[in-house]
């Protein structure tokens, strides 16, 4: 099989195994309702089953990022859809909650090595193919963005079918046939580290990786409010753990994070920051929306998993032409167009405070599917051209942090706008908050310069 399509066919697994993890932070939330009638929980609890996957998600993706650069990519790829696979097979069959949402977390850990793995690997098949870097990453983009979108209706038709084992259940066919299709068309891993166990375990910046994971937890817990009595007490613990680590990484060689290079890496940085308020202005659309249009509109939480729809479908839809635009205009003027058509987008989200007609409606979520595309293949090709590529993974790792960041920032602050009643007056501060946020990643975004 000649180079091409092996590098169609890597992709395709890639992307598989990329998806898994947006599919399972978003269709787990149509089964909140069962869970709780089928192990007799509160609302506050039955929530620890997103709260395990966010928290896991977000510290490890760059822990398997780092791992992806010592040990090989494809190798943790296998590795992490192998834990996802067998955990799922198990899930199912959990005798309390408590152990649900250690499955929860372990099944967050296992595709938390899928996209910094796939991004390490992107370099590699494009150089086989003698393509450029955004076409795969464009297509492991799409993966990501569908997956996200279509993950509330796909999870509804297993719960209502099946029921809640089934969105374990699966991710058992799918990591499998991921795993098969990598093993099989990825390039074999280049050398990467070796030496004793001993050897690697003391170069590891084991206290490092503990550090960033301990305080990144307690921050996100903190900003989740999963303990409300101990919020604040969570917050100083974080800050106190994040000072330490830096301290730390400052004087540990080879550090878990290089601070100093990143600090020196001034487009990294501003990626990963517009990034993250970028989707803390998707969020507030795709967490905050679907509740308006419950409780203001009244519609029935099934025409509203089809009022999101067209979200996803354009997204669908426009990755194409963004990585075509990229690979004519570059990174940074396809940027700055995405993030225009957000804010622009954000500003039509207005009309919601005047009228609920299902065809606006329809049209404001496929207006914003379009920047969600753009600017996450623009924003991830910037990544990608703002590391070398020994950094490429745990750069990837903390990339997808930064859109956990985004997306529970938002979620914090629909909770406080939403606090006195979810109605169109407050939907319409919401919508100025975006504005405010629009301006602050467009003015991140014309800072960005392409890394020579």
Same mark, same amino acid.
């Given at each position: ?27 787990? *939330? ?72 250690? *499955? ?177 202005? %998707? %969020? ?12 203001? *509109?009244? %519609? ?21 032409? *963004? ?130």
């Amino acid at each position: 099989m000649s180079n091409k399509p092996r590098t169609a066919l890597a992709v395709a697994g890639l992307s598989l195994g990329t998806s898994l993890n947006p599919l399972n932070s978003s269709m787990i *939330a149509v089964a909140l309702v069962v869970l709780r009638t089928d192990f007799g929980l509160d609302v506050a609890t039955v929530t620890w089953v997103i709260t395990a996957f966010y928290l896991t998600s977000a510290a490890g993706q760059p822990l398997m990022g780092r791992l992806a650069d010592r040990f090989g990519p494809r190798r943790l790829f296998n590795f992490g859809m192998v834990l996802v696979a067998v955990t799922c097979a198990l899930a199912p069959f959990a005798p309390n909650f408590a152990l649900l949402c250690v *499955a929860r977390a372990v099944m967050a850990l296992g595709t938390a090595t899928a996209y910094p793995s796939a991004v390490v690997i992107v370099g590699a098949l494009a150089r086989t193919a003698n393509v450029k870097s955004t076409r795969p990453l464009g297509r492991i983009q799409m993966a990501n963005t569908s997956a996200a979108a279509v993950g509330p209706v796909v999870g509804g038709l297993l719960v209502s079918l099946v029921g809640w084992q089934a969105l374990f259940m699966i991710n058992v066919p799918l990591s499998l046939a991921a795993l098969l299709i990598v093993r099989k068309y990825a390039p074999i891993d280049e050398d990467r580290e070796r030496g004793s166990a001993a050897e690697l375990l003391r170069d590891s910046d084991i206290p490092g990786i503990l550090g960033f994971i301990g305080s990144l937890t307690l921050v996100m817990m903190a900003l989740l409010n999963v303990l409300p009595d101990a919020r604040w007490w969570l917050l100083a613990g974080g800050t106190v753990l994040a000072a330490l680590f830096v301290w730390r990484e400052l004087k540990f060689s080879p550090p878990f994070l290089d601070l100093r290079l990143l600090g020196r890496n001034r487009p990294l940085l501003l990626v990963y920051l517009g990034f993250a308020v970028f989707n803390g202005i %998707y %969020y507030f659309a795709f967490f905050g929306l679907p509740q308006l249009l419950q409780e203001a *509109a009244g %519609y029935d939480p099934g025409v509203v998993g089809l009022l999101m729809l067209p979200l996803a479908a354009m997204s669908v839809i426009a990755t194409p032409f *963004a990585v075509r635009a990229i690979d004519r205009f570059r990174v940074r003027r396809v940027l700055i167009a995405g993030v225009l058509f957000l804010v622009a987008a954000a500003g039509a989200m207005w009309l919601l405070t005047a009228s609920f007609a299902i065809p606006l409606v329809l049209l404001l979520t496929a207006l914003m599917g379009i920047p969600w595309s753009v600017v996450s293949i623009a924003s991830s090709q910037g990544m990608y051209v703002s590391t070398q590529p020994h950094e490429r993974g745990v750069a990837a790792g903390i990339f997808q942090t930064c859109r956990y960041l985004g997306a529970i920032t938002a979620t914090v602050m629909i909770g406080i706008f939403y606090g006195s009643g979810v109605n169109q007056a407050n939907w319409g501060l919401m919508v100025l908050t975006m504005l405010v946020l629009g301006a602050v990643a467009f003015g991140v975004t014309l800072l960005w310069r392409e890394r020579k």
